[in-house]
């Protein structure tokens, strides 16, 4: 059974950072991709940054230049690092590995950008 787990959401004021990060559990398999989305209240939830293998990424563009994606695959972990973040920024950031033909995601953890 593949687990996702986030961590590192929180309070944080206009122009400050957070780390947020996923630990993959529970599966043998190769991991070639993996994503952070995010859902803000009474939206769809939005694609914010993938990364394959290790170094190729795509950011969505409303985050580039600011945010960081980065995976340790001896780990089974994928990060995003959040600078410079805005109240818009606001929202429940949910880990993504597609594996197998399957889509597994984290629960989530919440991001807000208050002053």
């Known amino acids: 059974q593949v687990r996702l787990v986030e961590s590192g959401g929180g309070l944080v004021q206009p122009g400050g950072s957070l780390r947020l990060s996923c630990e993959a559990s529970?599966?043998?398999?190769?991991?070639?991709?993996m994503a952070w989305f995010r859902r803000v209240s009474g939206e769809q939830r939005e694609l914010v940054a993938s990364i394959i293998a290790s170094d190729i990424t795509h950011y969505a563009d409303a985050v580039k230049g600011r945010f960081t994606i980065s995976r340790d695959a001896a780990k089974n972990t994928v990060a995003l690092q959040m600078n410079s973040l805005k109240p818009e920024d606001t929202a429940v950031y949910y880990c993504y590995l597609p594996l197998g033909g399957v889509s597994y995601w984290g629960k989530g953890t919440l991001v807000t950008v208050s002053s």
């Open positions: 529970g599966s043998s398999a190769s991991i070639s991709y």
